[in-house]
């Protein structure tokens, strides 16, 4: 996709969402003149009656007294099961609750929050405590809100005296005394995420996961474990180093939102990797894993969660082995070969290599090539002017903005639209791949090294 049209794909990803959830908010009934007849909102319980497809609960709720303390309360939210909700519970289960208001009284209040909540609201706390005294998991997920995995549609009924959500699913408290107070209980009420707990467990970082003040977890799914190969996942937990290993490469030191990671393109991981943050066919991408629910919120982070399990890459023991390795890099190889500075790339030193693909050297102007390969001198000065000494990554190199190359003279590193990162007129394609002994970072132009007259161009930042 041509940069230039990727933040405008996120940005009209996000614009849908937010028309999606401020949409529900105005009358459902009235039509386009509802804004002729003003009239009062009506209570939570009138309000149910005349949506005529809450039966069930209205009749729930006076059987239990509930019925006059949610039309006369001064702020409520109510997730509102619809009649198929109770009809679709295991036969009896219905029955059995009437006969047992005590226990029918529980599951109602853990369908009732505190407050006027609406949808986006309660997305943006996540969790939020019911008048049960258990929690409530808050989602967006394919594109709708939901509460405990159970999609809210419509939501924002509004009321004299709160919001309905209306779920197709009974909500059921879940067991004990439930509290949020880290990363790991959010993870613990969502139940999809039993095999990461574990894995965290095992390898003794869930007390770190829970202790520090401040992550961002990409977790991936019980479904994303079980689709490993077959017998990697118990070669994994045999092995608590590789799997700690793994684990820490889903973890970044600063809890941070999808939109912000995605203007930052790559993040460092603690375990040391980078990870790529992209968008695609509708769907905010870890690397190569689909991000299935947004910005999931704990009291010390923020959850990506994710259909597949991130493993770090291999890191070659040098920058020419991993070029060598990535195969779009042959004419670049054969280029420094016969430049002489193949051993450079092969040494302790570390080093930031610019590294331009076959496709960057085939659109120099015909003949180029075969000439630089004939005149080493030549052909050296600009190689080094796309290496830069040290192990820099992206951030740091744009930071500094003007950086001295090995040639003596120096690269701008520019950014576009908060998102997409250039050297001197060369877009960067992909960044911080990683050796022993540096790293590179992919262009899409070979850069050549500014003369008396002029060089390549460069660009102010946006």
């Not at 047992?100 to 009284?105: A, G, I």
């Not at 102007?365 to 050296?380: C, I, K, N, R």
């Not at 050796?435 to 660009?459: K, M, Q, W």
Request: net charge negative; charged share 20%.
């Amino acid at each position: 996709m041509n940069p230039a049209r990727k933040p405008f794909a996120a940005w009209l990803a996000a614009a849908v969402t937010t028309v999606a959830l401020l949409s529900t908010s105005l009358p459902s009934q009235a039509g386009w003149g509802w804004w002729r007849h003003y009239r009062p909102a009506p209570d939570l319980v009138t309000k149910l009656e005349q949506q005529g497809k809450y039966t069930t609960l209205l009749t729930a709720l006076e059987l239990t007294g509930l019925k006059e303390t949610v039309a006369t309360a001064d702020a409520l939210t109510i997730f509102a099961p619809t009649d198929d909700a109770f009809a679709a519970l295991p036969d009896g289960t219905l029955e059995a609750l009437i006969a047992d208001p005590d226990t029918l009284t529980q599951i109602l209040l853990y369908h009732v929050v505190g407050g006027k909540q609406s949808a986006s609201e309660l997305l943006r706390q996540t969790t939020a405590t019911t008048l049960q005294g258990a929690p409530v998991l808050v989602t967006y997920e394919h594109w709708q809100a939901r509460v405990n995995g159970h999609v809210i549609r419509p939501a924002n009924l509004r009321a004299k005296n709160g919001f309905i959500h209306s779920i197709g699913s009974v909500l059921i408290p879940p067991a004990g005394d439930v509290q949020i107070a880290s990363i790991l209980d959010v993870l613990r009420l969502d139940g999809r995420f039993s095999t990461l707990l574990t894995a965290l467990e095992l390898t003794g970082l869930d007390g770190a996961v829970a202790d520090s003040p401040s992550l961002s977890l990409f977790a991936p799914t019980d479904e994303a474990f079980a689709a490993l190969p077959s017998g990697t996942l118990d070669a994994l937990i045999a092995d608590p180093d590789l799997l700690a290993e793994i684990l820490l490469y889903h973890v970044t030191g600063q809890a941070s939102g999808i939109h912000q990671l995605y203007r930052m393109g790559s993040v460092e991981t603690l375990q040391g990797g980078d990870v790529r943050v992209g968008f695609r066919n509708w769907k905010f991408t870890i690397n190569d894993a689909a991000v299935l629910a947004l910005n999931v919120r704990a009291p010390n982070g923020i959850i990506q969660v994710i259909d597949q399990v991130l493993v770090p890459p291999t890191k070659p023991a040098s920058l020419l082995e991993l070029l060598k390795a990535d195969g779009r890099f042959t004419t670049l190889v054969a280029a420094l070969e016969a430049a002489g500075l193949d051993g450079a790339l092969s040494g302790d030193t570390p080093l930031t290599v610019f590294a331009p693909t076959d496709d960057a050297f085939s659109r120099l102007p015909s003949g180029t090539v075969e000439a630089l390969l004939a005149d080493p001198d030549t052909l050296a000065n600009i190689l080094l002017y796309h290496v830069v000494p040290g192990d820099r990554d992206l951030h740091s190199l744009r930071d500094e903005r003007r950086v001295e190359t090995l040639n003596g003279q120096s690269v701008h590193i520019w950014r576009l639209w908060h998102r997409y990162f250039f050297v001197n007129r060369a877009y960067i394609q992909q960044s911080d791949l990683m050796a022993d002994n540096g790293r590179a970072h992919v262009i899409t132009r070979v850069l050549l090294p500014p003369t008396s007259g002029g060089g390549d161009d460069e660009e102010d930042d946006d």
